[in-house]
């Protein structure tokens, strides 16, 4: 704080006692009482909890989550999460979000797609369409993968040019304050804004540079559907829309992309990736791949090298954040007629994810583990009402909730343990 104005004048000569006799009396004075020890707060236990690995490393998370609770937090508590198709589905992060939001407070549904930025883009609580727009993505064709890397938050995109073009989004929870991100560029176009019908803005996308581009607006609380209608005056690309409320709580981002691994979104512009994150400023940022690796051959050494290098760059755009490696579930190989075994090579990528996350200063949780161990999934699938799906690769609904419940079991009494430490 600034010191008071009298504090540059000069002093006074002294028109007090003798020094003699300010001596004497300090000398009768009481004894000053000897100042309190406060004992230095305990360290993080490092034991695992269930299937969380490295507790210790989620402290920025507690300390964020227990503002929620006494009710001091003057922000979200942000979880954003990349992954493949385990998180593209929703059903286990939406399952974590419902739970984490019961606990903590609901900070509303998060980072959303407005359209579709591929075939079949799902989530839980909301519906989307669009007309006049086409996706914008990493493109693969005839061995190679082609496309300029700036696809926003997610990893993908929608961008359309014609006068009329328009693409929205239905949220079914509720929704009071929502933020639509988009790419700012030379000869950008103008959108208008709708919600449930009625125009709140109007938005252009025209920038000296190549940038990302941000617009907040505030609606009554409720269910809602956002709409942008292009004007025709250029292209405009479409990121998506991240979905508030006035009232802090948790939000988590479900960003999965069917077949991705981490060279996916390694893929991406780095610039462009760590403005979009460093934006987006997440409490705790989640990796979940390795389904997909599996099923190929890179060496452990470039798998993890290429990992860290993804952790490194999300720590670029939010140093603070902690990092949580979510590994992969079970996945099994037919080795003859109704035997299904567990990939050897899954077992790999679940120890080079747990020696990176070791070696980064990230938690790890063994989702493998929490199944059951090797040739769980061989047995999900197999049971009367299955939490596994035939392919051996994916979880039905059902399995997808329980391994959800499991870690936030877990997360939950690793914060509890830190919080009465």
Not at 146 to 163: A, C
Not at 278 to 305: C, Q, V, W
Request: hydrophobic letters at 35%.
């Amino acid at each position: 704080m600034p010191l008071p104005a009298s504090s540059n004048s000069q002093a006074e000569p002294s028109s007090g006692p003798p020094a003699t006799v300010a001596a004497s009396a300090a000398e009768s004075a009481p004894p000053l009482a000897p100042a309190p020890t406060i004992a230095p707060p305990k360290p993080p236990s490092t034991e695992p909890v269930g299937s969380l690995e490295q507790p210790q490393s989620l402290v920025h998370l507690f300390e964020a989550l227990s503002k929620l609770q006494d009710g001091s937090a003057t922000s979200d508590v942000r979880f954003v999460q990349h992954g493949d198709s385990h998180t593209a589905a929703d059903f286990g992060t939406g399952a974590v979000r419902r739970s984490l939001q019961l606990k903590f407070g609901d900070g509303g549904r998060g980072f959303v797609a407005m359209g579709q930025p591929w075939k079949g883009y799902a989530q839980n609580d909301i519906s989307t369409g669009m007309t006049g727009f086409v996706s914008v993505k990493t493109k693969y064709s005839k061995g190679k993968f082609s496309g300029d890397g700036l696809y926003g938050l997610g990893g993908g995109g929608i961008e359309g040019s014609g006068i009329g073009a328009s693409a929205w989004t239905r949220v079914r929870v509720a929704t009071s304050q929502f933020e639509i991100a988009y790419l700012k560029q030379p000869k950008g176009g103008t959108f208008d804004v709708f919600v449930d019908g009625s125009s709140v803005g109007q938005v252009t996308t025209e920038g000296g540079d190549i940038e990302s581009g941000f617009s907040s607006f505030s609606t009554a609380e409720g269910s809602h559907k956002i709409e942008v209608r292009l004007q025709g005056d250029g292209t405009v690309r479409i990121f998506g829309v991240a979905l508030d409320r006035a009232t802090n709580g948790v939000v988590l981002d479900s960003l999965g992309i069917n077949g991705a691994q981490i060279i996916s979104a390694l893929r991406w512009k780095e610039r462009h990736l760590i403005e979009q994150v460093k934006h987006r400023d997440p409490t705790a940022f989640i990796l979940a791949y390795g389904t997909n690796e599996s099923t190929g051959m890179m060496p452990s050494e470039e798998y993890e090298r290429k990992l860290k290098e993804l952790i490194r760059r999300f720590k670029s755009a939010s140093p603070e954040a902690s990092c949580v490696l979510l590994g992969p579930p079970d996945r099994a190989v037919k080795r003859a007629p109704g035997e299904w075994k567990t990939a050897p090579r899954i077992l790999e990528v679940v120890e080079s994810q747990r020696s990176v996350a070791k070696e980064v200063g990230c938690a790890f949780y063994d989702q493998l583990a929490a199944m059951g161990g090797p040739g769980s999934i061989a047995k999900w699938a197999n049971e009367q009402k299955p939490r596994a799906t035939s392919d051996h690769v994916h979880l039905t609904k059902r399995g997808y909730v329980q391994l959800a419940e499991s870690f936030v079991t877990d997360l939950v009494t690793a914060y509890e343990q830190w919080r009465t430490r």
